[in-house]
């Protein structure tokens, strides 16, 4: 079945620094989506990229999608404590309509 | 107004037991799932209902029975629990069902612990 995998699995940062998480699909993806859980809490949505290629900012948060549209990258420029949480990626296969496949997730930890 | 809610937050019952998780969303959507995310935080869907209807069924022990009275809401019940069924239960639900779109809404999970 597909799989979707994020590297690092764990990464600590001091404030200010930046910090990028990579996804990899063993499939070709539809779109991908990002989430964010705060420790605690549940998955947030944060963004969906669809087109091959697509880059997508929200303030200090860079979003792309590959050209193979099998991988995708998450940027996070000068962390702020308020970034801690682990980030997933999850892709929506070609050829399944409803289904997320959630990747394994990377956890931020940002200290002053 | 909490969009997506799910009773109860914490859970704690011996192996064997039979338990219920509910889920309600108040945001009009036409799809909810249920996932289950472990200990090493991988979360791994379960089911998914579009307006009642299951269309995901995943490799998950019939032990796990998901029903949807109407579109807002999606209960989980749990038969025989075993000790591996402790994960916290999420419920989400999305507008859409097609690929383009679907952001999905979560739940603020359910702490299931099997002792």
């Known amino acids: 079945g597909q799989q979707v995998m994020q590297i690092p699995q764990y990464q600590h940062v001091q404030e200010g620094e930046d910090f990028t998480t990579y996804c990899n699909s063993s499939?070709?993806?539809?779109?991908i989506q990002w989430y964010k859980q705060r420790p605690g809490g549940h998955p947030v949505f944060l963004i969906q990229?669809?087109?091959?290629?697509e880059v997508k900012k929200q303030k200090r948060l860079t979003f792309q999608f590959g050209e193979a549209k099998k991988n995708s990258s998450l940027h996070i420029t000068a962390t702020q404590t308020t970034d801690v949480g682990t980030y997933f990626c999850a892709g929506r296969n070609t050829g399944t309509a409803s289904k997320l496949t959630f990747g394994t997730g990377t956890r931020l930890q940002v200290t002053l | 107004d909490t969009a997506v809610s799910q009773t109860p937050k914490y859970l704690v019952t011996q192996m064997g037991n039979d338990k219920s998780i509910k889920c309600e969303q108040n945001l009009g959507h036409d799809t909810m799932y249920w996932y289950k995310q472990d200990s090493k935080k991988f979360l791994k869907i379960m089911f998914s209902?579009?307006?009642?209807?299951?269309?995901i069924n995943e490799t998950v022990p019939n032990r796990f029975s998901p029903k949807s009275p109407d579109k807002a809401h999606l209960n989980l019940h749990i038969n025989s629990l075993e000790l591996g069924d402790s994960a916290v239960y999420f419920c989400?639900?999305?507008?859409?069902?097609?690929?383009?779109?679907?952001?999905?809404?979560f739940g603020p999970g359910t702490r299931l612990t099997v002792t």
């Open positions: 499939t070709t993806l539809s779109n």
């Open positions: 990229l669809v087109k091959s290629g």
């Open positions: 209902y579009n307006n009642k209807e299951l269309i």
């Open positions: 989400a639900s999305s507008r859409y069902v097609d690929r383009a779109l679907g952001e999905q809404y």
